[in-house]
C-alpha cells in the first residue's frame, strides 16, 4: 500500500516523498499549492517527482484543511501510513496573517487526524517545530522542556497539533509521532527563509537584514538529515505498551526533535554563503523582531536513541550545496 505525504509540493515534503519512492514505496502527495510563496517553485518538486519515479509517485491537489476536498481527494486510495508534513509556515506571516496558521495548522490538523482514524493507519508521523520551546532559555532544547510559552501563533499552532494528536492516541490507540524540526535548509528550499534569502540578497548586491544586530543562534539543519529521520521513525511506530514515550506519553505518541544538535553564530552562516558565491554582504541591522528567539539548539538524544539518528551534514559541507543549487535553478550556474 501507498503512503500519504500532505505538503508533498513543500520543501520537507518533496525530499521526504523523494527518499520514500526511492526505497521503493509507492506515494500519493497532497497539496494545495497556495501562493505563500512562489506556486512555480512548488509545480516545479511535483514535475521532478513525476519525472523521476512515473506512476509509483501520484499527485491531488487539493486543501486538507477542507475535510470534504482530503476526503474527496483519497476516497479511492489506501494507503497504510500518513506523513503530515503540510502545514501554514513562517513565525513572522503569523502576526500578519492569523486565520490562515487557524486553518491549516488547527482545523487542517485535526480533518489528517479524523482521516487516520478512520482509515486505522498504522502509523502518524506529523510535523512539529522547535518553536514549540519559545521562551525556554535553557539550551540544548529538550523534549521533556515546559512549551506552554508560545513566543508566536505558529508556534502555538505546532503545540496545539501535538496536544491534539496526545488526545487522539490516548483515545484511539493511534500510533503518532511528532517532529520538532530545527532550521531546516538545502536545495529546494523555501524563498522565505534565512538560506534563501541572504543568498538572493548577495547575489543582487542588496543588504541582508539581521535582526538583534545579527547576534543570533540557530541549529541549522540539512534537510538530507531530517528525512533520514522522518523515514526512520516512520519504520517504528511507537508501542502501545504503556511504557513511556519520548516526550513523556504513555499511549503511543512519541516527540523528537531533528536537528543538527549545533548552535551556529549567524555570522558564521554569512561568512559561509560569502565564500561559496564570492562576494561580500552588505549588511543591515535590526532590532529583535516580535515573536523570534536568539537562539535554537537541540537535544537529539531521544531519537538518536531510539532511532539510531545521527546527523551527518555540517553546515560547511551544506550551504555551498544550497548554493550550487540555487544558482542552477535560476540559471546563473
Not at 524540526?181 to 540578497?201: C, I, K, N, Q, S
Not at 504513555?250 to 552562516?269: D, F, K, V, W
Amino acid at each position: 500500500m501507498a503512503i500519504l505525504v500532505t505538503g508533498a509540493a513543500g520543501f520537507i515534503g518533496f525530499h521526504t516523498a523523494r527518499a520514500l519512492l526511492a526505497q521503493g514505496e509507492e506515494v500519493v502527495g497532497i497539496d494545495n499549492l497556495n501562493p505563500y510563496y512562489d506556486v512555480r517553485l512548488k509545480e516545479a518538486r511535483v514535475d521532478a517527482l513525476r519525472q523521476e519515479h512515473g506512476e509509483r509517485f501520484s499527485f491531488r491537489r487539493a486543501d486538507f484543511a477542507d475535510a470534504e476536498q482530503l476526503n474527496a481527494a483519497v476516497a479511492e486510495t489506501d494507503f497504510e501510513s500518513i506523513v503530515h508534513l503540510g502545514a501554514q509556515a513562517g513565525v513572522r506571516h503569523s502576526i500578519t496573517d492569523p486565520q490562515s496558521f487557524v486553518q491549516s495548522n488547527l482545523v487542517g490538523h485535526g480533518n489528517i487526524l479524523e482521516l487516520a482514524r478512520a482509515r486505522q493507519v498504522r502509523h502518524l508521523v506529523y510535523a512539529s517545530s522547535s518553536s514549540v520551546y519559545g521562551a525556554n532559555s535553557s539550551v540544548p532544547f529538550r523534549v521533556e522542556d515546559r512549551t506552554d510559552q508560545p513566543m508566536s501563533l505558529y508556534a502555538a499552532t505546532k503545540r496545539s497539533n501535538e496536544l491534539m494528536s496526545e488526545s487522539y492516541a490516548s483515545l484511539y490507540r493511534l500510533p503518532a509521532t511528532g517532529l520538532r524540526f530545527f532550521t531546516v535548509y538545502g536545495p529546494w528550499g523555501r524563498p522565505d527563509m534565512a538560506m534563501w534569502l541572504f543568498t538572493r540578497a548577495i547575489l543582487d548586491g542588496e543588504p541582508l537584514r539581521l535582526f538583534n544586530n545579527g547576534e543570533m543562534r540557530r541549529d541549522f539543519t540539512y534537510v538530507d538529515d531530517v528525512v533520514a529521520g522522518v523515514v526512520a521513525c516512520l519504520d517504528s511506530p511507537p508501542a502501545d505498551d504503556g511504557r513511556p514515550k519520548a516526550g513523556g506519553s504513555s499511549t503511543p505518541h512519541a516527540l523528537y526533535n531533528i536537528g543538527n544538535h549545533r548552535s551556529e553564530e549567524l555570522m558564521r552562516l554569512i561568512a559561509l554563503l560569502e565564500q561559496a558565491i564570492g562576494r561580500k554582504a552588505t549588511i543591515e541591522p535590526l532590532p529583535m523582531q516580535p515573536g523570534d528567539v536568539r537562539e535554537t539548539f537541540a537535544d537529539i538524544g531521544a531519537i538518536e536513541r531510539d532511532h539510531g539518528f545521527k546527523p551527518r551534514t555540517s553546515i560547511d559541507e551544506g550551504v555551498p550545496r544550497f548554493v550550487d543549487w540555487f544558482k542552477r535553478y535560476h540559471g546563473l550556474a
